[in-house]
Every structure is written in C-alpha cells, then in structure tokens.
Nanobody, 120 residues
Framework: QVQLVESGGGSVQPGGSLRLSCAASGSILRLNAMGWYRQAPGKQRELVATIQSGGSTNYADSVKGRFTISRDNAKNTVSLQMNSLKPEDTAVYYC??????????????WGQGTLVTVSS
C-alpha cells in the first residue's frame, strides 16, 4: 500500500506563485517517475510535469517556463513550483508516483488532489 499526501494548494491572483508538495509513503521499493497532473472543471485530466529518478523532466507546453518540478529521492517527495499563474491554471492538481513496491509489483499511486484557484 502506497499513500501520496499533497499540500500547498490555494487561491492566488493572476501572476502569483504557489508551491505544491507531495510525499509518498508505504511499501515503496523504488519510485521511477513522479509527477503532477491536473483536471479543470469539465475537462479531462492532463499532464503538467513529470520527473524521473535521474532528474530528467517533461513539461506540458502550457506550463513551460513558468512551472518547475523537483524531487527528493531520499525522502520520496516531489514538488511543483508554479510562477506567473494564469486563470487557466485553475484546476485540481494530482500527484502521481510510479515504480515498484517491496513485493516487486508495479505501483501507480495517486494523491487525493489539491485545488489551485487563480482569480482576481
């Protein structure tokens, strides 16, 4: 069993910044990819950013240059620094972690989601 706990969502004005954090715990042997996804009202969940254990990153075009993903492999945590926020960034943000558990089964865990609202 793996749990992901997110923190850091909230409300901010356009142009502002927020930082999301996510901590993974439980039966984790290793985590390969960690990332953030978001789902706006009436839309499908979409990728925001991912980071591999070696540090390589991938970003959605809509957030490149504004968001930065980072992770601490020793602590099994991942963070998303969001700058220059826009109203279209408003969504529920979900943390995701993929890897292997101690039983060597693949794991694909999701957090409960944290709401980010960008509005004046």
């Amino acid at each position: 069993q793996v749990q992901l706990v997110e923190s850091g969502g909230g409300s901010v004005q356009p142009g502002g910044s927020l930082r999301l954090s996510c901590a993974a715990s439980g039966s984790i042997l290793r985590l390969n990819a960690m990332g953030w996804y978001r789902q706006a009202p009436g839309k499908q969940r979409e990728l925001v950013a991912t980071i591999q254990s070696g540090g390589s990153t991938n970003y959605a075009d809509s957030v490149k240059g504004r968001f930065t993903i980072s992770r601490d492999n020793a602590k099994n945590t991942v963070s998303l620094q969001m700058n220059s926020l826009k109203p279209e960034d408003t969504a529920v943000y979900y943390c995701n972690a993929r890897g292997r558990d101690y039983g060597l089964y693949p794991l694909d865990a999701w957090g409960q989601g944290t709401l980010v609202t960008v509005s004046s």
